[in-house]
T-cell receptor, first 113, second 117 residues
Framework: GENVEQHPSTLSVQEGDSAVIKCTYSDSASNYFPWYKQELGKRPQLIIDIRSNVGEKKDQRIAVTLNKTAKHFSLHITETQPEDSAVYFCAPLRGGATNKLIFGTGTLLAVQP | NAGVTQTPKFQVLKTGQSMTLQCAQDMNHEYMSWYRQDPGMGLRLIHYSVGAGITDQGEVPNGYNVSRSTTEDFPLRLLSAAPSQTSVYFC????????????????FGPGTRLTVL
């Protein structure tokens, strides 16, 4: 099955700095790479995703980059704000018949004002 | 659309009791799943379903049963509650799972906070 790891497990940055979270996966057949954000006491929500035929995708202050050869993808947040403080999860998914959706271990991001 | 709904929001059980956590979605999603999230931890897959009448085990299925008699509903049954099952339970759904398109997006319910004494 898919083995998914995230690094770092916790990250503290000053407001306005950039943050990068990396997700490493084991299944070379993975072709869908999403990031979810979970604010304290709330449900996870999709914030950005990328497909295997694209190397990078941006949406305002967040971006995701993919390195299929090395089997990892990263979430980049620029100009961090206190409202970016949350737990972030990756959940790489393979195409085809596999239906198990395994989430990464999570990264707690704290943005200090 | 109400999206994904879960009941109850909070529940306290005694060891050995059984109960059913309810999950429903009104988006005609094929894929539904249950996760548990322990304090400070990630999301662990309990059971999932790819359509009515089809269910399968996830990473941590022991102590839980599921059924999927309709597209809309996916209840999770705790057979004999144990303190180790104290957790927040999330139900999630998506149009499908697999492939590379946006229909993989998971929509989560608000969660059920369960305490087993």
């Amino acid at each position: 099955g898919e083995n998914v790891e995230q690094h770092p497990s916790t990250l503290s940055v000053q407001e306005g700095d950039s943050a990068v979270i990396k997700c490493t996966y084991s299944d070379s057949a993975s072709n869908y790479f999403p990031w979810y954000k979970q604010e304290l006491g709330k449900r996870p929500q999709l914030i950005i995703d990328i497909r295997s035929n694209v190397g990078e995708k941006k949406d305002q202050r967040i971006a995701v980059t993919l390195n299929k050869t090395a089997k990892h993808f990263s979430l980049h947040i620029t100009e961090t704000q206190p409202e970016d403080s949350a737990v972030y999860f990756c959940a790489p998914l393979r195409g085809g018949a596999t239906n198990k959706l395994i989430f990464g271990t999570g990264t707690l991001l704290a943005v200090q004002p | 659309n109400a999206g994904v709904t879960q009941t109850p929001k909070f529940q306290v059980l005694k060891t050995g009791q059984s109960m059913t956590l309810q999950c429903a979605q009104d988006m005609n999603h094929e894929y539904m799943s249950w996760y548990r999230q322990d304090p400070g931890m990630g999301l662990r897959l309990i059971h999932y379903s790819v359509g009515a009448g089809i269910t399968d085990q996830g990473e941590v299925p022991n102590g839980y049963n599921v059924s999927r008699s309709t597209t809309e509903d996916f209840p999770l049954r705790l057979l004999s509650a144990a303190p180790s099952q104290t957790s927040v339970y999330f139900c999630a759904s998506s149009l499908r799972v697999g492939g590379s398109s946006s229909y993989n997006e998971q929509f989560f319910g608000p969660g059920t906070r369960l305490t087993v004494l």
